[in-house]
């Protein structure tokens, strides 16, 4: 089945640490995104990549980092310098073919990060 | 500012009883409104797409519609599988990779 995996699906954080979340995709997207939910709030755009080797950030990018190697893969690192990390972090994708993005983004079932 | 708002925060039905949900946008130039379903503990899950003021879109026991200040999501004769946060996001016309979310609704819908 064609989708979007992400893992793991619980993560712990130390102080000072930095972790990783990852994000495999086998729909042949070329656009990914990472976004961030908090309880009440709507969903905020961390990073979007919309092609290999290439990414943007979105509206709350400090404190994280992400690499585009692969066109299936897009991984999140949460860095020591993000303050307040606990979140429900989602990954999603979707079509994109000349600058224009699909109609639909398709999204992981997502990764609870707290703090310790 | 661009803005996505939801109402209302929660709304519990009974089986059967219809209920609509509302999202109203400020955004400028409208490329889509979209509705998403999102189950506890799990990514969102895709529904509609509106692009137009009068536009409305039909998907089993859900209809979506679409003016130009906001969009409804009318709920007939709901069942307790429809218990779900309904989130919806707007996309600007000059900005085709960024959603604006708003903080979505949770519905209940008691047997």
């Known amino acids: ?116 | 500012e661009d803005q996505v708002t939801q109402s209302p925060e929660a709304l519990r039905l009974q089986e059967g009883e219809s209920s609509s949900l509302n999202c109203s946008y400020t955004v400028s130039g409208l490329r889509g409104l979209f509705w998403y379903r999102q189950d506890p503990g799990k990514g969102p899950e895709f529904l509609f797409t509106l692009y137009s003021a009068g536009e409305e879109k039909e998907k089993e026991r859900l209809k979506a519609t679409l003016t130009k200040k906001e969009s409804f999501l009318h709920i007939t004769a709901p069942k307790p599988e429809d218990s779900a946060t309904y989130l919806c996001a707007a996309r600007r016309m000059d900005s085709s990779y960024k959603l604006i979310f708003g903080s979505g609704t949770r519905l209940l819908v008691r047997p």
Request: glycine fraction near 10%; charge should be positive; proline fraction near 3%.
């Open chain 1, 1 to 116: 089945d064609g989708g979007i995996t992400q893992s793991p699906k619980y993560l712990f954080r130390k102080e000072g640490q930095n972790v990783t979340l990852s994000c495999e995709q086998n729909l042949n997207h070329d656009a990914m995104y990472w976004y961030r939910q908090d309880p009440g709030q709507g969903l905020r755009l961390i990073y979007y990549s919309q092609i290999v080797n290439d990414f943007q950030k979105g509206d709350i990018a400090e404190g994280y980092s992400v690499s585009r190697e692969k066109k299936e893969s897009f991984p999140l690192t949460v860095t020591s310098a993000q303050k307040n990390p606990t979140a429900f972090y989602l990954c999603a994708s979707s079509t994109s073919h000349r600058g224009r993005i699909g109609e639909k983004l398709f999204f992981g079932s997502g990764t609870q990060l707290s703090v310790l």
